[in-house]
Structure formats: structure tokens, C-alpha cells
């Protein structure tokens, strides 16, 4: 890969794109980061936007909308931007998906996968299970900073894995040959509980955190109370749910396979989370 062809990154502000953004460009590589609001336009309902994003491009890394309360169609909008991908000259594309092939809030989580995979580009696709993150910089930040997290997941495992793992896979997969034509499921070294997660941050930050196990219809109630759209808290419930039910409680090697040594462990996550400054109140 040259390094004067941009690498368009979608999503380019979210938790996984600003992290292969900043490693694009600390290596030397000029990349585009692209959102709604971002340094770059782009918007998946906007494609009028798609052109100026993907002109000279020679690599994307991409971002669906799956996991957001909107209308989604990849059979529409991945393909067409995959084609209007190829026609500008584009060769390499990696796709962020979910490591599962069960349905949430009536999704397909993995619905984007073989559009990519005919879509003529030299491919690879990463398929992470629930993100560390999610516990300071996403869903989860919330009910850790009130000291007490409700969620739908009983007692299931989950292997989260770092986004710092997930966005080294994208940049290998982005800028160095081998990694074409590859799956890389994408998790940590151990499965865990929420209630082991929450007593590690506990022990962490010396907060006290408690985790309860709610119903899926309780977790519903808790978010609708507080404003998020009924549709979106379905789809939250039901991928909380999967861990309940022990759909991605298996270990994967792909971290290993991709980049050679062993996933960031939940507790070193924490760690690192608190030198940064997470979970401040």
C-alpha cells in the first residue's frame, strides 16, 4: 500500500475508527476520517456524499449501520457504495461486523458481509465481540459511574476484546499484505461475567460498582424511562441478551493470527483505562 493513496475510514470518530485513524497517521498514512460531522462528510442516507469521501482513495475501512435506531438496508446502500467504490479505483476494503449470526431488534448483524465479499475488492472482515470501551466510552459509562449496572446478561460469559486490538487488526488489514480473503473473529484472552467486569473496575478505581441481572423486558422499561426510542432499547436488549445466552461466550484466535501476539485481557483494559483518566466523576 503507498502511502500518498488516502485510507477513507468511516466512522471515523467512533470508538474503533478515531484509534485506526490516529495509528494511520502516526504511520505515516494519510487517512480520512469520515462521519456526519466529521473532518471528512460522509452520511450512509447522503449519497451525494459518498464521492467526494471515497476520490483517490485506496483503502476503506468500514462502518455500517446495523447497531444504530435507523432504517437499514445493506443490500442497497453497501452495495451501491461498493460499487461506487471499485469505479473509483479503491482496491482494499475491511469491514467491521459482529461476531454472530442471530438477529437483533429484528437485524441481521452480519448483513453486509457477502455484499463485500462479491464485491470484487480485496477483502477482510472483523468480526469483535462486545467492546471493553463500552464500559467507559460507551453504552455502559453511565450505569458504572452510578455505582450500580442493570443489564439482561444473567451470569453469560463474554470475551470482550479491546478496541485497540480491533483497530491494529483494520490497520494490518489496511495497509500490509496477507490479511485478503481473511474472517478474523476478534475477541480477548478470557471469557468473563459483567459481574467479574464490574468488580474489576470496582477493584480498579476503588468505586464500589454492583451489576444486577434484569429481565430483558425490565432493561427495556429502564431505557425507554430515559428517553431512548423503544425501537433502539429492543435492539440493545437483544444483544445483551446473546450474552445471556452464551452465543459468543467461545474464544477466537484472530488477534493472534493477525498481529502475532496475545489480546489485551479485560484487566489490563482497566488499567489502562483509569490512567487515562476513565470513570472520573
Not at 487517512?31 to 483503502?59: I, K, M, Q, Y
Not at 480477548?188 to 460498582?209: K, N, S
Request: charged letters at 25%; glycine letters at 10%.
Amino acid at each position: 500500500m503507498q502511502t500518498n493513496k488516502p485510507i477513507l475510514v468511516l466512522g471515523g470518530t467512533g470508538k474503533t475508527g478515531k484509534r485506526i485513524v490516529e495509528r494511520l497517521r502516526a504511520r505515516g498514512f494519510t487517512a480520512r476520517a469520515a462521519s456526519r460531522n466529521g473532518e471528512t462528510t460522509f452520511d450512509w442516507h447522503e449519497e451525494r456524499t459518498w464521492d467526494a469521501a471515497l476520490a483517490g482513495v485506496g483503502a476503506v475501512y468500514m462502518v455500517d449501520l446495523v447497531d444504530e435506531a435507523v432504517e437499514w438496508n445493506p443490500e442497497v446502500s453497501v452495495r451501491a457504495f461498493c460499487e461506487k467504490a471499485v469505479a473509483a479505483g479503491v482496491e482494499r476494503l475491511t469491514l467491521l461486523q459482529a461476531r454472530t449470526d442471530e438477529e437483533a431488534g429484528g437485524k441481521s448483524l452480519t448483513g453486509s458481509e457477502d455484499i463485500v465479499r462479491a464485491s470484487g475488492l480485496r477483502w477482510t472482515i472483523l468480526r469483535p465481540t462486545w467492546f471493553t470501551q463500552n464500559f467507559d466510552e460507551g453504552v455502559l459509562l453511565d450505569g458504572i459511574l452510578a455505582g450500580h449496572l442493570r443489564l439482561p446478561a444473567g451470569d453469560g460469559l463474554e470475551p470482550f476484546v479491546d478496541c485497540d486490538d480491533i483497530a491494529e487488526v483494520a490497520v494490518a488489514s489496511l495497509t500490509e499484505d496477507g490479511h485478503e480473503g481473511r474472517i478474523y473473529e476478534l475477541t480477548g484472552p478470557e471469557a468473563i461475567t459483567f459481574g467479574q467486569a464490574v468488580a474489576e473496575i470496582g477493584r480498579v478505581t476503588g468505586r464500589e460498582v454492583r451489576y444486577e441481572a434484569v429481565t430483558h423486558e425490565q432493561y427495556v422499561d429502564d431505557l425507554v424511562s430515559v428517553g431512548t426510542p423503544p425501537d433502539y432499547a429492543e435492539l440493545l436488549a437483544d444483544l445483551i441478551g446473546q450474552i445471556r445466552k452464551g452465543k459468543n461466550a467461545h474464544l477466537s484466535d484472530g488477534v493472534q493470527r493477525a498481529l502475532g501476539r496475545e489480546p489485551i485481557s479485560f484487566a489490563e483494559y482497566a488499567k489502562n483505562a483509569v490512567a487515562n483518566g476513565a470513570w472520573q466523576a
